[in-house]
C-alpha cells in the first residue's frame, strides 16, 4: 500500500512539472513537440482549442480503446498519469509564460516535460497520449512501438512546420530531443560509475590488487582472440568516477601492455552501489 500510494504521489508530480513546461513554455511559443501536446500546441494557435480539454477529449478514447485491446491493467496503469497531465494542462492555461525566447521555452520546456514524464514512468505510470497510440499501432500493425513512437512525432512536427514555420519545426526536434534525453537520465540517473573491462595474461594478478587496494571485486569472462585464436580472461570491474586513475594505475604497473576499455554505466544495483530493493520501491 505504502508503495501505491509513493508511486501515485510520484505521478501527480510528474505529471504537474510536465504540465508546466507544457503549458508555461512550450504551447505559448509555438514549439509542438511531438506527442499529443504538440498535436494540442497547433489546435490551440490554430483554433484557440483549450489545450487541457483536447488532450482530455483525446485521452478518454486512447484509455478506452488500449483497455479492449491491449489490457486493462495496462489502461488503469496509464489513466491516472494521462488524466493528471490533462487536468494540470487546463488548470495552467492561464498560466504567465515563463519566456517569449522560443529557444529558452525550447530547452527549459523540454527540460521540464523530460522531468516529469521521466518521474511518471519511474512510478509505474505513464502520461498517456501517443504512447497509448504508438502500443495500439504497434500491436495489430508491423510497426514496432519505437517506430510507431518516432511516427507520430515526425507527423506532428511536420505539421508544425506547415502551419507555422519550418523554424518552429527546427525548435520542436530540439525540444523532442531534450525531453527524451531527461526521459531516460530521470530513469537511469547520471552516469557515476564506469565499467572497466581488462584484457590481459595477467588479470588474476592484477584482479587480487585491485580487490587489496580498491576493495572493488571483479568478474572473469573467458574470451578468445580472433585474430591470435589464444584463450583470455577479460575481467570486468565496476568503479566509481572518481577511481579510474587508481585502476588505470593498478593495471599499468602490472602489464603496461594490457587492453582496457572504459565505458559509462548508468546504473548499478548491488553490494558497494545501490541497493536492489530500494530501487524497485522508489
Known sequence: MLKRITNLIGILIGSFITAVGVSALMIPNKIAAGGLSGIATILYHLFSLSPGIFLFAANIPLLIISGVLISWKF???SIVGALATSGFVYLLEDIIPLTSDPLLATLFGGVLCGIGIGIVFRSQ???GGTDLLARILSRYTPISLGQA????????IVSAA?????EYAMYALIGLYVTTKLIDTVQEGISYTKE?????????EIAKQILTVMNRGATFLYSKGAYTQEDKLTAIV???RNEVSKIKEIISDI???????????????????????KMTES
Open 255 to 277: 602489464d603496461p601492455d594490457a587492453f582496457v576499455i572504459v565505458s559509462n554505466v548508468h546504473q548499478v544495483l548491488g553490494e558497494g552501489f545501490s541497493n536492489i530493493s
Open 75 to 77: 489502461a488503469l496503469n
Open 238 to 240: 565496476i568503479i566509481r
Open 149 to 156: 513512437l518516432l511516427s507520430i512525432d515526425v507527423l506532428v
Open 125 to 127: 505510470g505513464s502520461t
Open 162 to 166: 506547415l502551419f507555422f514555420t519550418p
Open 196 to 204: 572497466v573491462r581488462i584484457i590481459s595474461d595477467n588479470n588474476e
